[in-house]
């Protein structure tokens, strides 16, 4: 408690034992008599101020420590003690004085480093808060809150470990602290310990069995590792304890769209956002949901997309007018914006044009949106000229940096789906903006200048869906990079086996009644034919059960199926060897897994349907040059099914020659999907100089 200013003989020492019993009644008793004898016995003020705080007396408690302060202003503990009872009554500005006070009193106290950290914290002032609350927990590493402050902080700025460090420190000291336990599991989510973290967040609900926001984070937790029915059942729990958690809704769309229940997932959606307006990764995930139902119209698609756009444009207080890039540049300044510069098809489609683009042209800049980073981040960061993280900036500050940037043409990689950053481009940071390439419709921001597509996957007529204008590229809107130590394609099984194996290697959401209904068909015209398929969902046996019963409502015999769960990349490449052709999904047809299952040997049957979604199968396969796997109509996909297994001599000759041919096409041959796309680059910005001048 420090020394005081005057004393009575002994005095101190008393009052001194008397708080370190814990006697505060006492303490008050003794402590006010003192004071009113001895009027500017500074100790005995704050030892008043002291037991009325333990007392819960705050008002006098504090009136007792400033008397002390008055007394004694360089007491530097005192002026702690003040600072944070002011801070806990809600008054920040007078807490941080004080606790400034005690720090130029004694600038190493570790008490006033954390409680100044802790305060900073609380007002977003992240650096300085990080300095102090380092050094508190360097000095005195067991005073209570300062780890977790810590910790909250590292954990925000993507240090992980730092951050489970500290938080694991401030549990030892306070094991009954669940919300503490609580951030450990959030941390551990992120650090992809999903195991983990799901033991954590279940451990949490047990002590705290009606803490609604970790039953929406451990659903989750659950939905990221595939555990989509215990996801959904953690959602529902979440939503009986709070009723109006517009995110927990959105969350447990999300499940329900993987499950396939669209119906059910777009009525979450739309709960979420008559709960939170302007939610807009909500409306963003109902417009996913919508595009892959078979329910929804174009019509009604484009017209929930300009909603969107409607409510977005709503929501921004201020646009760029003007740009700071070149209007004549030697070489174009080009932005991508994205959460998926790692293991993902984005990055799939990417990385080949990156590293093949002409830099006497093209200056590329990559904006991440997401911390998370694998191998594949490392590539795109060396085939990048700049690299940008946005995760820590808001709206209005990720805008200003591009537009700081000079960026002459900004694209969006994400259109509608995680992490994107739709609401920066309604800023119009840059002066052309285009969507591409991992979505596959409208995004309905009017700000968004082009959408990058090619006359198969989306022809003229359907234009009209897109509030976007179309910007074609000749031959593919595609170009993928070729799968890195990917096994050799093997023999065609079925000359071995002596019947056909079909496969679809994608997510099962992608597998409604139509894609069940018509590959019944295609078995029943093929009796001697299996089915083999792999996703991430089939390790889960109920997602296995509920599957098994949809395809015999669909006519298809469960036993004719084998069903596979995930694997590592390379034995999920080596799988396509067990497969003689790829069966196509719709209306949500295949990208990734097509190109993989190409690059491996094994080309799909594909249905063009009626909107972009339904038509990049055939955009991927025309591209391959194979054009004859697209299909017009379902009775052609089962004539065709049925004309390629009865060969099974030519099936095997383009499985051997694929991979020679395929380097040589507008999907693979990435040189000259990028001569196209620098062109697109370049008259993208000449229609926009042309345009200034009218």
Same mark, same amino acid.
């Given at each position: 408690? $420090?020394?005081?200013?005057?004393?009575?003989?002994?005095?101190?020492?008393?009052?001194?034992?008397?708080?370190?019993?814990?006697?505060?009644?006492?303490?008050?008793?003794?402590?006010?008599?003192?004071?009113?004898?001895?009027?500017?016995?500074?100790?005995?003020?704050?030892?008043?101020?002291?037991?009325?705080?333990?007392?819960?007396?705050?008002?006098?408690?504090?009136?007792?420590?400033?008397?002390?302060?008055?007394?004694?202003?360089?007491?530097?503990?005192?002026?702690?003690?003040?600072? #944070?009872?002011?801070?806990?009554?809600?008054?920040?500005?007078?807490?941080?004085?004080?606790?400034?006070?005690?720090?130029?009193?004694?600038?190493?106290?570790?008490?006033?480093?954390?409680?100044?950290?802790?305060?900073?914290?609380?007002?977003?002032?992240?650096?300085?808060?990080?300095?102090?609350?380092?050094?508190?927990?360097?000095?005195?590493?067991?005073?209570?809150?300062?780890?977790? @402050?810590?910790?909250? #902080?590292?954990?925000?700025?993507?240090?992980?470990?730092?951050?489970?460090?500290?938080?694991?420190?401030?549990? @030892?000291?306070?094991?009954?602290?669940?919300?503490? #336990?609580?951030?450990?599991?959030?941390?551990?989510?992120?650090?992809?310990?999903?195991?983990?973290?799901?033991?954590?967040? +279940?451990?949490?609900?047990?002590?705290?069995?009606?803490?609604?926001?970790?039953?929406?984070?451990?659903?989750?937790?659950?939905?990221?590792?595939?555990?989509? &029915?215990?996801?959904?059942?953690?959602?529902?729990?979440?939503?009986?304890?709070?009723?109006?958690?517009?995110?927990?809704?959105?969350?447990?769309?999300?499940?329900?769209?993987?499950?396939?229940? *669209?119906?059910?997932?777009?009525?979450?959606?739309?709960?979420?956002?008559?709960?939170?307006?302007? *939610?807009?990764?909500?409306h963003s995930n109902l417009l996913g949901a919508m595009n892959e139902s078979d329910d929804v119209t174009p019509?009604?698609?484009?017209?929930?997309?300009?909603?969107?756009?409607?409510?977005?444009?709503?929501?921004?207080?201020?646009?760029?007018?003007?740009?700071?890039?070149?209007?004549?540049?030697?070489?174009?300044?080009?932005?991508?914006?994205?959460?998926?510069?790692?293991?993902?098809?984005?990055?799939?489609?990417?990385?080949?044009?990156?590293?093949?683009?002409?830099?006497?042209?093209?200056?590329?800049?990559?904006?991440?949106?997401?911390?998370?980073?694998?191998?594949?981040?490392?590539?795109?960061?060396? +085939?990048?000229?700049?690299?940008? &993280?946005?995760?820590?900036?808001?709206?209005?500050?990720?805008?200003?940096?591009?537009? @700081?940037?000079?960026?002459?043409?900004?694209?969006?990689?994400? $259109?509608?789906?995680?992490?994107?950053?739709?609401?920066?481009?309604?800023?119009?940071?840059?002066?052309?903006?285009?969507? /591409?390439?991992?979505?596959?419709?409208?995004?309905?921001?009017?700000?968004?200048?082009?959408?990058?597509?090619?006359?198969?996957?989306?022809?003229?007529?359907?234009?009209?869906?897109?509030?976007?204008?179309?910007?074609?590229?000749?031959?593919?809107?595609?170009?993928?990079?070729?799968?890195?130590?990917?096994?050799?394609? $093997?023999?065609?099984? &079925?000359?071995?086996?002596?019947?056909?194996?079909?496969?679809?290697?994608?997510?099962?959401?992608?597998?409604?009644?139509?894609?069940?209904?018509?590959?019944?068909?295609?078995?029943?015209?093929?009796?001697?034919?299996?089915?083999?398929?792999?996703?991430?969902?089939?390790?889960?046996?109920?997602?296995?059960?509920?599957?098994?019963?949809?395809?015999?409502?669909?006519?298809?015999?469960?036993?004719?199926?084998? *069903?596979?769960?995930?694997?590592?990349?390379?034995?999920?490449?080596?799988?396509?060897?067990?497969?003689?052709?790829?069966?196509?999904?719709?209306?949500?047809?295949?990208?990734?897994?097509?190109?993989?299952?190409? /690059?491996?040997?094994?080309?799909?049957?594909?249905?063009?349907?009626?909107?972009?979604?339904?038509?990049?199968?055939?955009?991927?396969?025309?591209?391959?040059?194979?054009?004859?796997? #697209?299909?017009?109509?379902?009775?052609?996909?089962? +004539?065709?099914?049925?004309?390629?297994?009865?060969?099974?001599?030519?099936?095997?000759?383009?499985?051997? $020659?694929?991979?020679a041919r395929l380097v040589t096409t507008p999907l693979f041959d990435a040189d000259r999907f990028a001569r196209? *796309?620098?062109?697109?680059?370049?008259?993208?910005?000449?229609?926009?100089?042309?345009?200034?001048?009218?």
């Open positions: 408690m $420090g020394e005081a200013r005057t004393a009575p003989q002994g005095e101190d020492q008393l009052l001194i034992d008397l708080f370190t019993r814990g006697q505060m009644q006492a303490l008050r008793e003794r402590a006010d008599a003192l004071t009113g004898r001895y009027p500017d016995y500074a100790f005995g003020w704050k030892a008043l101020g002291l037991a009325l705080l333990a007392l819960k007396q705050r008002q006098p408690a504090q009136a007792a420590l400033r008397k002390s302060l008055d007394l004694q202003p360089g007491d530097a503990e005192g002026w702690t003690n003040l600072g #944070i009872l002011l801070q806990e009554d809600g008054k920040v500005d007078e807490a941080e004085q004080a606790l400034r006070r005690a720090l130029d009193a004694t600038a190493d106290l570790a008490s006033a480093q954390g409680a100044l950290g802790i305060l900073l914290l609380g007002t977003g002032r992240m650096d300085e808060a990080e300095s102090l609350l380092r050094k508190a927990c360097a000095a005195s590493p067991s005073l209570p809150k300062i780890n977790g @402050a810590l910790g909250e #902080i590292l954990g925000s700025k993507g240090l992980l470990e730092e951050a489970e460090h500290h938080l694991k420190r401030e549990y @030892a000291l306070d094991t009954g602290n669940i919300a503490v #336990i609580h951030q450990i599991g959030l941390i551990l989510h992120r650090q992809g310990r999903l195991a983990d973290a799901a033991t954590v967040l +279940a451990h949490v609900i047990e002590l705290k069995p009606d803490f609604a926001e970790a039953h929406n984070n451990l659903g989750v937790v659950l939905q990221q590792g595939g555990h989509l &029915m215990a996801a959904e059942e953690s959602f529902r729990k979440g939503l009986v304890l709070r009723p109006d958690a517009a995110e927990t809704y959105s969350n447990l769309g999300n499940v329900l769209q993987r499950l396939g229940r *669209f119906i059910e997932a777009q009525t979450c959606f739309r709960r979420a956002l008559a709960l939170k307006p302007g *939610f807009f990764d909500a019509q009604m698609r484009l017209g929930e997309a300009q909603r969107y756009g409607e409510s977005l444009a709503r929501a921004v207080q201020a646009r760029f007018g003007t740009w700071i890039c070149e209007n004549r540049p030697a070489r174009l300044k080009v932005g991508l914006v994205s959460g998926d510069f790692r293991q993902h098809p984005v990055a799939y489609f990417t990385l080949a044009l990156l590293r093949a683009l002409d830099r006497n042209r093209i200056e590329i800049c990559a904006y991440a949106t997401d911390l998370k980073t694998d191998a594949m981040t490392t590539q795109l960061k060396a +085939a990048c000229d700049h690299w940008v &993280m946005l995760v820590d900036m808001d709206d209005d500050a990720a805008a200003a940096r591009i537009h @700081a940037d000079g960026i002459h043409v900004l694209i969006d990689m994400s $259109g509608h789906t995680a992490d994107n950053r739709l609401p920066v481009f309604a800023r119009r940071p840059a002066p052309v903006q285009v969507s /591409w390439p991992g979505y596959f419709a409208t995004t309905g921001v009017v700000e968004m200048d082009w959408f990058l597509a090619d006359s198969l996957c989306l022809p003229e007529q359907n234009a009209a869906h897109f509030t976007e204008r179309i910007w074609y590229l000749p031959e593919t809107r595609l170009c993928f990079a070729k799968p890195e130590n990917a096994p050799e394609p $093997g023999p065609l099984p &079925m000359l071995e086996s002596g019947a056909p194996t079909f496969g679809c290697f994608q997510n099962l959401s992608k597998l409604g009644d139509r894609t069940l209904k018509l590959w019944a068909r295609v078995l029943d015209a093929i009796p001697q034919a299996s089915l083999r398929l792999q996703s991430r969902q089939l390790s889960e046996l109920q997602s296995v059960e509920r599957l098994k019963q949809c395809m015999e409502q669909c006519g298809i015999d469960p036993e004719r199926v084998r *069903f596979h769960g995930p694997t590592d990349r390379e034995a999920y490449l080596a799988a396509y060897r067990d497969v003689d052709l790829v069966l196509d999904t719709f209306p949500y047809t295949g990208g990734t897994t097509t190109c993989e299952a190409l /690059w491996m040997g094994v080309p799909t049957l594909t249905l063009a349907g009626d909107s972009l979604i339904s038509r990049q199968g055939a955009s991927l396969m025309q591209a391959a040059g194979l054009e004859d796997w #697209i299909a017009a109509d379902e009775d052609a996909f089962v +004539a065709k099914a049925v004309d390629f297994v009865s060969d099974p001599e030519r099936l095997a000759g383009l499985r051997t $020659g694929m991979r196209h *796309f620098e062109d697109a680059m370049e008259g993208m910005w000449k229609h926009h100089q042309e345009q200034k001048e009218l």
